[in-house]
């Protein structure tokens, strides 16, 4: 809109000027004599490449084209009458001294003098021909890519706007060899001031050329003038552009090993499923050159998230992945000989790596491509994520050296709305990266699905427009089209710093995979492939015309090719896989499940406990919190202070704080975190007079990094004052599937940082869950990579309906893999319990524990994700609370037991139990918030006869504590007490697991584990208070009955 209007008043302007030249009130004089003869002499030329036909015809038959006014009349109705006194008077001034005038006005009278002294044909230009030029223009600027011929198999059936006719904008045969100016102040490209006088036809050749050829640009939805002059100034070169013999042998030689590559693969493996490039061999040459320029203008790192189709090749041509390693795997031999830690592996086409390659400008790039899984595009915000940790750790500010290349399908780029949450985090403070280049493998069919079907808008690439990125089509078979605007890409990623799309429409030879009949569902499509040339045999026959290059040139490099080929297929039959780069750098020292990481302790030295529980209680002097604010940082000095009563926020910051300090980042994500959802947090606290920030957690020490500690999006104010990228003060993005992805990525660089994604409430979860399905829950097994993401789920049943009182606690419990009928080792010098499961689930019931099993994460030997179901009333509990004893590392306080202060797996009867009490009856068994029910009633019942055992952390599930539990309570009937229905909570999970702790201990079978809980539900909760509260009620009754419990 802004565009519009700035073209608009351009426009404008630009008729003003006219307005105002004498040099132009002559020539117009002078034609006006001859009559109003656009009209007449409507012209529709058949053979005219330029002007359409049918379009003009009845255009001109309904609205005839407006006589040329003359000047004179014009300039008192033309914006006001004063307008040509001004300028006569104005070119009077820059006649006698130019620098009299504005720069613009120097300009413009010094080309326009320069053009009427050299140009005689220029004399002939109307006000009305230069605007509407400047229609035409703008028009090919807007809607040229509609001619342009992107589609290689020439099936696209696309209406040509009318609005790129001459005729529709008065211009006749008559017209193409007068001669026009064009220049418009600040303006780049055709509109450039500096432009020579043109023909019409010379200038419609070029607007064909730049704007209808083989590529079509996108860009006038950009707002910024700035940046669509930058890309005028690229796409509207007096010249088109031509690559040199040199570049184009290069060119060559990777289109080769493109097209070879898959040839070489299907002669081979004629049964596997690769899913094969061909239709878009010239995406490997184009990446390599997008690669190249990008590493010429300082990027050294790349990221790079793809799907299934031409994976094996980007891995191989451009990834440079040895290709006996690719031709070992594709023979399906073990993935790794070395060490039993091979995980379940995954297809070969879902598989990432990681090498440095050479560049033609003589560098090195790293590259990585970041395994994904069968779902398209989820891996989209991994990629963007793990860039972004890379800048941070790699101290890439201004975020040149680090850049992430995602790949998509046209069916998926269209169709998975995780698309449009990962753009959206592109220029926000705490996710953006500098600019994502997306690169769509635009085959124009999905699966079976032809576009039409498959989408609502023109191009499979609209979804960008929301974001003002430009965007390239170009025609697949072009090969130095498309090299070039790889290039293009890589210049506007590092000079705006944002997204950008390149669309290679091309097509897909075989069928979606190389086993598949692609005629049975796209007939015509494919009869019209079949006898299509490929890409390499179109590029071939243009160098051969051009005379650049000979046939033996084009030979050897196919010798070339093939013999590596082979002799790479030789070796691969020898090949040993090395042991999996599956530790980057970073991660040097850390430990695969095979090998034991010794447990250690979490507890902090008291001083420097209270050292960093001051710095985070403490606001500025002079800053004006809210009330409730100061009174909350008051409360929480206190705590520090008194050492009593640390509710579960300070517990929280001082894991943080200490984590910090002992050099480790924090990274907390997700909606509203800054306050917290349940506004409990105030991890940032504003200012209620200026507006200003503070957080206290970036103040724990001296000089602190100040990305060291990161909350959603606080840098905010920083970078508006610095006008670096756009912000969207306080508010985080609304998505679970982007962020979680993102975070995830994040985590998976550096292993010495705490990264946390929190759910506003846990059931928002589930829009993430291909995020838990595909990656966290099965990541290290599928791909051997480690992460220690945390994920926060605020859980519980107090009343607020169906939706926010269950995270679904059972899902994640239902997706671990620790085996519930085997009791591993638990001795806790040989345990290797939690390494070798998949992630673990806690639900933690006290701030202290908390604190540790955030801890815990960073200080072990390896990383595995954490599930934590947080709680909401136990925020502001009054018996949620721990003192700082329980925190330190001091032997003999309250958190120290044999080993030292650790996160406590299970807390035990708070009772003061021995180690055998048998006159116990009932041991009750539960996790998370309901314990403080429990704990109540007992205490109003005086039910001293039950023991009330928390299992803190439910998966993997600790049956060495379990056991013990069953020792001390020799006669207990033993229960389940759940507030989640049947169906759901932990129920499902705990039972198989507790029975095999209780058989190894002689207590009897399933049928011994009595069930407490609400019955079977569809929905999570009531949506009744009333009905929730007797619920609750009667749970916790049941569970400290006197009689026995007959359930289940
Ligand atoms: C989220 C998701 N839904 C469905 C599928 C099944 N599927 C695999 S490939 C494919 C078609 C993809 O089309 P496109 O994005 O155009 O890529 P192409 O295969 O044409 O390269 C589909 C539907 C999938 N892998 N992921
Ligand atoms: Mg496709």
New binding site residues.
């Given amino acids: 809109m802004i565009c519009t209007l700035v073209q608009g008043l351009a426009l404008l302007r630009m008729a003003w000027f006219r307005a105002g030249c004498s040099v132009a009130k002559r020539s117009i004089r002078r034609n006006l004599s001859q009559g109003g003869s656009y009209a007449a002499r409507a012209w529709v030329g058949p053979q005219n490449r330029y002007i359409h036909t049918t379009v003009f015809t009845s255009k001109a038959e309904a609205a005839p084209v407006p006589r040329p006014v003359p000047l004179s009349r014009l300039t008192d109705s033309f914006l006001d009458g004063t307008s040509s006194v001004y300028l006569e008077e104005l070119q009077r001034a820059w006649e006698a001294d130019p620098s009299s005038v504005d720069e613009s006005w120097d300009n413009f009278f010094r080309n326009f003098a320069s053009q009427a002294a050299t140009s005689p044909g220029i004399s002939g230009q109307t006000i009305q021909e230069s605007m509407r030029l400047l229609l035409l223009v703008r028009s090919y600027q807007v809607n040229g890519h509609m001619k342009a011929k992107l589609d290689p198999l020439g099936l696209e059936e696309r209406k040509i706007p009318d609005d790129l006719d001459p005729a529709l904008y008065g211009f006749t045969e008559a017209d193409l060899d007068r001669e026009f100016f064009l220049g418009v102040w600040r303006m780049a490209g055709f509109l450039a001031e500096n432009r020579p006088v043109q023909t019409l036809r010379a200038i419609l050749t070029r607007l064909e050329q730049a704007y209808c050829g083989s590529i079509g640009y996108e860009y006038m939805h950009i707002a910024d003038r700035g940046k669509c002059n930058w890309l005028r100034d690229k796409i509207e070169t007096p010249a088109p552009m031509q690559y040199n013999r040199q570049r184009r042998v290069v060119i060559l030689d990777r289109l080769i090993w493109s097209t070879q590559f898959e040839n070489f693969l299907a002669t081979k493996w004629t049964a596997s499923k690769r899913?094969g490039l061909e239709g878009?061999e010239t995406l490997i040459p184009g990446m390599k050159e997008m690669f190249d320029r990008s590493a010429d203008l300082g990027v050294e790192s790349i990221v790079i998230g793809m799907?299934?189709?031409?994976r094996l090749n980007v891995l191989g041509n451009v990834v440079r992945k040895p290709l006996r390693q690719i031709f070992s795997e594709f023979s399906n031999k073990p993935v790794d000989e070395v060490g039993p830690y091979i995980g379940t592996g995954d297809v070969k086409y879902h598989l990432g790596t990681s090498y440095d390659r050479p560049t033609r400008g003589g560098k090195r790039i790293h590259l990585s491509l970041v395994a994904n899984p069968?779902?398209?595009?989820?891996v989209d915000p991994v990629v963007v994520g793990k860039t972004r940790a890379k800048q941070y750790y790699s101290n890439d500010v201004d975020r040149t050296k680090n850049m992430g290349v995602l790949i998509?399908?046209?069916?998926?780029?269209?169709?998975?709305g995780v698309v449009y949450e990962t753009l959206h985090l592109s220029a926000l403070p705490n996710y953006t990266t500098g600019g994502t280049i997306h690169i769509v493998?635009?085959?124009?069919?999905?699966?079976t699905?032809d576009p039409k079907s498959?989408r609502s808008s023109q191009y499979?690439t609209d979804v960008a427009k929301a974001l003002d990125a430009p965007i390239f089509h170009v025609n697949g078979d072009d090969m130095e089209a498309v090299a070039h605007v790889c290039e293009l890409a890589a210049d506007w990623r590092q000079t705006f710093r944002s997204d950008v799309v390149v669309d290679i429409v091309c097509y897909?030879r075989f069928g979606?995979n190389e086993m598949d009949e692609p005629s049975f569902t796209q007939p015509k499509m494919y009869k019209v492939i079949r006898n299509h040339p490929s890409a390499l045999e179109i590029y071939q026959k243009t160098l051969l015309e051009s005379g650049q290059v000979k046939k033996d040139d084009i030979d050897n490099i196919h010798n070339k090719v093939s013999s590596i080929l082979n002799e790479e297929f030789l070796a691969s039959k020898d090949y040993i896989p090395k042991k999996r780069d599956w530790l980057s750098a970073y991660w040097s020292g850390f430990k695969s499940p095979e090998q034991l990481s010794r447990i250690r302790n979490t507890g902090v030295n008291p001083e420097i406990l209270k050292n960093v529980g001051k710095a985070i209680t403490t606001l500025p002097d002079n800053f004006k919190p809210h009330r409730a604010i100061k009174k909350i940082f008051l409360e929480r000095a206190k705590m520090i202070e008194t050492g009593e009563g640390i509710d579960w926020a300070v517990s929280e910051a001082l894991a943080f704080a200490t984590l910090l300090i002992e050099g480790n980042h924090v990274r907390l994500s997700g909606q509203d975190v800054e306050r917290g959802t349940f506004s409990h947090r105030h991890s940032v606290v504003h200012d209620q007079e200026t507006g200003e920030k503070y957080c206290p957690l970036d103040h724990v020490m001296m000089n602190q990094d100040e990305e060291m500690f990161t909350v959603s999006n606080r840098r905010g104010l920083k970078l508006i004052a610095l006008d670096c990228v756009p912000v969207q003060a306080k508010a985080s993005s609304l998505s679970e599937f982007g962020v979680l992805g993102f975070e995830l990525g994040y985590s998976m660089e550096n292993p010495n940082s705490l990264v946390l994604w929190e759910a506003q409430f846990g059931d928002f979860a589930n829009g993430a869950q291909?995020i838990f399905d595909q990656f966290l829950s099965c990541g290290e097994a599928k791909w051997l990579r480690q992460t220690g993401l945390v994920v926060l789920l605020p859980h519980g049943y107090d009343g607020q309906g169906p939706e926010h009182s269950s995270a679904r606690l059972e899902r994640f419990l239902q997706m671990s893999d620790d085996n519930p009928y085997v009791i591993p080792e638990m001795d806790p010098t040989l345990r290797k319990q939690i390494q070798e499961c998949n992630w673990q689930v806690v639900n933690v019931t006290t701030p202290a524990n908390y604190f540790h099993v955030l801890r815990r994460q960073i200080h072990r030997e390896f990383r595995k994700p954490l599930i934590v179901m947080s709680p909401k009333n136990l925020l502001r509990h009054r018996d949620c609370k721990s003192n700082l004893s329980e925190f330190d590392d001091v032997q003999g306080h309250a958190g120290f037991d044999k080993q030292g202060t650790r996160f406590k797996r299970l807390i035990k009867d708070q009772n003061d139990h021995s180690d055998l009490e048998e006159g116990i009856r009932r041991l009750v068994l539960c996790s998370g918030k309901v314990y403080y029910e429990l704990d109540e009633m007992r205490k109003k019942a005086g039910g001293d006869d039950v023991a009330i055992c928390r299992v803190e952390q439910l998966c993997p599930f600790p049956y060495d504590l379990i056991q013990r539990e069953l020792k001390r309570y020799p006669n207990a009937e033993l229960v389940w007490c759940q507030e989640e229905p049947m169906n759901m909570g932990a129920y499902n999970y705990i039972a198989p697991r507790l029975c095999t702790a209780m058989k190894a201990r002689g207590r009897g079978t399933i049928d011994d584990i009595k069930y407490v809980g609400r019955a079977p539900s569809a929905a999570t909760a009531t949506g009744f208070i009333q009905v929730h509260v007797k619920e609750q009620a009667e749970l916790v009754q049941k569970a400290l009955q006197p009689e026995p419990i007959s359930c289940p």
């Avoid at 799907?307 to 031409?310: A, F, N």
């Avoid at 493998?441 to 699966?447: E, G, M, R």
């Fill in positions: 899913f878009c799907p299934h189709r031409g069968s779902h398209l595009e989820a998509h399908g046209d069916g998926s780029f269209a169709g998975q493998v635009n085959n124009q069919v999905a699966f699905t498959g499979c897909r979606h291909v």
